[in-house]
């Protein structure tokens, strides 16, 4: 069982920069895939970033070059730094854990509760 913990989310201007964090409970968090995804409002959920470790990430194409995902296996730890927001990165986010399978589609094992992040214009 893994519990993940959203934080960092809020009201920025575009432009702006935010870093999110995700904490994970559990045993063998360095195992998991970890991902990030999004939801904003009428849209569906859809995938933003993932790693395995630093050599093995993803992005989605729309925040590919400002968004950066990372890890610090020691403290158990997710991280997705967003630069240059824009309006429509507006959303709630999500972070979700897998031991495996694609890491864009959304039958992740553990999901958080998500945080808001709001860009205003």
């Known amino acids: 069982q893994v519990q993940l913990v959203e934080s960092g989310g809020g009201l920025v201007q575009a432009g702006g920069s935010l870093r999110l964090s995700c904490a994970a409970a559990?045993?063998?968090?360095?195992?998991?895939?970890m991902g990030w995804f999004r939801q904003a409002p009428g849209k569906e959920r859809e995938f933003v970033s993932a790693?395995?470790?630093?050599?093995?990430?993803s992005y989605a194409d729309s925040v590919k070059g400002r968004f950066t995902i990372s890890r610090d296996n020691a403290k158990n730890t997710v991280y997705l730094q967003m630069n240059s927001l824009k309006f429509e990165d507006t959303a709630v986010y999500y972070c979700?854990?897998?031991?495996?399978?694609?890491?864009?589609?959304?039958?992740?094992?553990?999901w958080g509760q998500g945080t808001q992040v709001t860009v205003s214009s």
């Open positions: 979700a854990a897998r031991r495996s399978g694609r890491w864009e589609s959304l039958d992740y094992d553990y």
């Open positions: 559990g045993r063998t968090f360095s195992s998991y895939i």
């Open positions: 790693m395995r470790s630093a050599a093995t990430t």
